[in-house]
């Protein structure tokens, strides 16, 4: 029985361990007595718990000094600046971005890499990453990688890596894990989908931190949702849930590259806003900045494209929360200008669409992260392992030093 | 922490009791010697463990008698005949099923009410189910009811019973859920969505039993689904998940009651197959018999007809699978003999629809209950506390016994 394994002394530690580290990794700074009081546990177990994550490096303890409070100051535990961090990528259809990221979230250091139409062969973009390892070491203080995780506009094989369908980036069945794990060595490496990785860091430690029902729908040029039920990840049977980017509004809508007609992508993607704006497709960063300005200025034919763009958008959240009933709704990417540029236009069409009683409660909202949540939620994967069990933290540096 | 506490003999053996009753609940009947070997526990522990549930009244054993094998055979173990069983409700629209549901599904008496258009308010469905109570008591060998669960066709709210929308019966905000408690008394009772209980019957002893991301999508007169995620039923933040029925698949299509056109439920409920087969509206179980029966004959109009709601449920199915990523979907309902009839049309629209990874996976079946889904569903509701805790069982005879 798991509970009578669960009750061996090592296991609790190992156990307590683990709940510190991702107390702190969630908050980023947290005195021993909040510590303390979240977790339940004594003073002194408490202080040896982060007297052990200490001596492994992985958290720093500090001593407030002065304010005028009375009584000892609590101890301060933080991440350890030299500690370990994650090698987060999103590899997006314009670029690839590659981060350093340390626990608590904190990016040390960043690279982004405009992709060309050639550069964007699953080897090419490998070759990419896996040079930037060298340059984000460069700009981190002295820690160690503890593994590197990739976000991908596509669907992704949560056993393999390989990546089965990622339209915008003419991919199908790339065995991309396989790739970079063999180019990354002995770096643990992971691949995930894009909306899967955005909804996890919004789950852990962003706008959706309270939330056990939560979605995250991304829109860029492709559109997809990620999914948490009942506070886990929902990737389905083989990783491909919340592929809803082909799902079909109008069979009399326009057509689409997959070859279906009114595929949702259609209506909100990121080159049906430049076709309703009347710019030339395909998209650029500048392009869609330019038509959120104009938006935003009041340009009547780019503000009455964001606002088609909302309704439809509103209709795709409505039928999301007519299957799920989440209570709240993220909307990343493209979508979350949209969403401030166009609410009511947004708000409008849920409820016009949604059920009376999941439509009443569901809330929408931006993502904490903007632009980076999928990138966070790359590095959440990397870190969970040693989130799970901290004592598996084993420096390179430290190990040859003991040789 | 949860796990020395779950280290304490007591609810070692509680725990234990559940699981030995669990099992034998699933499977009926189940030797000794399947018990140690499923568990993991010893044939002592096993012995005194069934010798317990014994006392409690809940199951019985039996040394089978003859055979040719070699060896002392194994002691049988089957729910107790006088044991508890469940008050199952289902509530259709045309309909009232109430069942007396033994440990293992065994219906041990049923009644199946017609309604009127008059008798369907919440009052005067609480007051035949309620009266037919002591009808299934008479038909019962002695056991006591240990609690009652009843199936809705409307969004319920899992807190309170109360529903909020059952279009097909014309309730809105019916505190049903109060209504029933009240009527009957000390007995539990428990108020589901019809989709919600098919899927959690389906997946703990049915056709989904191995899977652990399972949708059961039902088609009556309205069209909703169940859904299990991580092998755990998706109800949503209120309880409203899975209200698929209105999700529009063609804002150009039929009108819809609800106010919005071309909903799934104009395309794949009981009246679209009516309409579309010649045959006027509303829908009873004759006509659906009616159209199936020359279908199945060959009858053009009416094949052509089936074929047509094949391809819409095929769309519909695929959409689902979209977001979900389902290792089954169950088709229930009227729409399981779409799917026995037209299945080559129900495929070939998922494939269609679907995108390739989850569309290939995916297995469609029919649900192992047949009608009976939803209503074996209130049963399990019915059962689960008393399968969580078998101590808990104090049947009131025994009660009144000891005073």
Redo the contacts between chains.
């Keep these: ?1 798991t ?2 394994a ?2 061996r002394p090592e296991a ?1 530690r190992q ?1 307590n361990l683990a709940l510190v580290l991702s107390e702190v990794h969630r908050d980023g700074t947290l005195s021993r007595a909040d510590l303390t009081a979240r977790l339940g546990l004594s003073r002194s177990t408490i202080g040896a718990l982060v007297a052990e994550l200490t001596d492994l490096g992985l958290v720093e303890e500090l001593v407030p000094t002065g304010g005028a409070r009375a009584g000892r100051p609590s101890h301060v535990v933080s991440p350890h600046p030299e500690g370990p961090y994650a090698i987060a990528v999103d590899v997006d259809i314009a670029h690839v971005t590659t981060a350093a990221v340390g626990l608590s979230g904190v990016v040390l250091g960043r690279h982004v890499l405009a992709l060309g139409p050639a550069a964007s062969s699953p080897k090419a973009i490998t070759r990419l990453i896996i040079d930037s390892i060298p340059l984000l070491q460069d700009m981190v203080r002295g820690g160690e990688p503890v593994g590197m995780a990739v976000s991908v506009p596509g ?1 992704v ?1 949560r056993r393999t890596g390989t990546v ?2 990622a339209p915008n980036l003419e991919w199908r069945n790339e065995p991309f894990g396989a790739l970079l794990q063999s180019a990354a060595r002995d770096l643990p490496v992971d691949v995930g989908n894009d909306a899967d990785l955005a909804v996890l860091a919004e789950h852990s430690r962003g706008a959706g931190r309270d939330c ?2 939560l979605v995250y729908v991304i829109g860029r040029v492709g559109v997809g ?1 990620g ?1 948490i ?2 506070g ?1 990840p ?11 980017g ?7 809508g326009p057509e689409c590259h997959c070859g ?1 007609h009114g595929c949702l992508e259609t209506y909100i993607g990121d080159n049906a806003l430049l076709t309703l704006a009347g710019v030339p497709t395909p998209t650029t960063d500048d392009k869609m900045h330019t038509v959120f300005a104009a938006a935003r200025g009041g340009n009547p034919r780019a503000l009455s494209a964001v606002r088609r763009i909302a309704e439809s958008l509103g ?1 795709g959240v409505a ?2 929360v ?6 709240r709704v993220i909307l990343g990417g493209t979508l979350s200008e949209v969403f401030d540029v166009a609410p009511a236009d947004v708000l409008t069409a849920v409820e ?2 949604a ?4 439509g009443q ?2 809330e929408l909202s931006q993502p904490a992260f903007g632009e980076d949540s999928a990138l966070m939620g790359a590095a959440e994967v990397a870190f969970a392992r040693l989130l799970g069990d901290p004592l598996s933290w084993r420096p390179r540096r430290a190990a040859a030093a003991a040789r």
């Design positions: 029985m509970s009578s669960a009750a609790i156990h669907t094989d089965g369908f056990d029902d949702a999914i039920v009942n886990r929902l990737l389905g049977h083989d990783g491909h849930a919340g592929e809803i082909h799902n079909v509004m109008d069979p009399s279906k209709r039928e999301l007519n299957v799920l009933n989440p209570d016009r669409y059920m009376d009683a999941p409660t569901v």
